[in-house]
């Protein structure tokens, strides 16, 4: 599977913006993490395709909603509210199968990874 995250870009805050991450095939799962430098990569969302079931991160709970266009196999992350803590390089990635509950939010469960996309919020 191939994956490729877009739509980043330099905001300020209380702005919006839309990631998008756009398949090659249709996933299991497709999640969104970030990371920002000198931090570790940390869960942003995740969408389980088969039951539409979304998971968030405390973080960005009410702020960031994650869908899935079916036709497109793209997954989207809406993100309202921007805080410059949010700047970080936003990832996508899917796993090799459909993940367990408790497994949703460790990047270990994920095998496929896109670029990566930069987002900067700015005060």
């Known amino acids: 599977v191939q994956l490729q995250a877009s739509g980043g870009g330099v905001v300020q805050a209380g702005d919006s913006l839309r990631l998008t991450c756009a398949a090659s095939?249709?996933?299991?799962?497709t999640a969104w993490f970030r990371q920002a430098a000198g931090k570790e990569r940390e869960f942003v969302a995740a969408?389980?395709?088969?039951?539409?079931?979304?998971y968030y991160a405390d973080s960005v709970k009410g702020r960031f909603t994650i869908s899935k266009d079916n036709p497109k196999d793209a997954v989207y992350l809406q993100m309202n509210s921007l805080k410059p803590e949010d700047t970080a390089v936003y990832y996508c990635?899917?796993?090799?199968?459909?993940?367990?509950?408790?497994?949703?939010?460790?990047?270990?469960?994920?095998?496929?990874w896109g670029q990566g996309t930069q987002v900067t919020v700015s005060s």
């Open positions: 990635a899917s796993p090799p199968n459909n993940p367990i509950t408790s497994a949703v939010r460790s990047p270990q469960t994920y095998t496929y």
């Open positions: 095939r249709r996933t299991y799962a």
């Open positions: 969408l389980r395709r088969s039951t539409s079931t979304t």
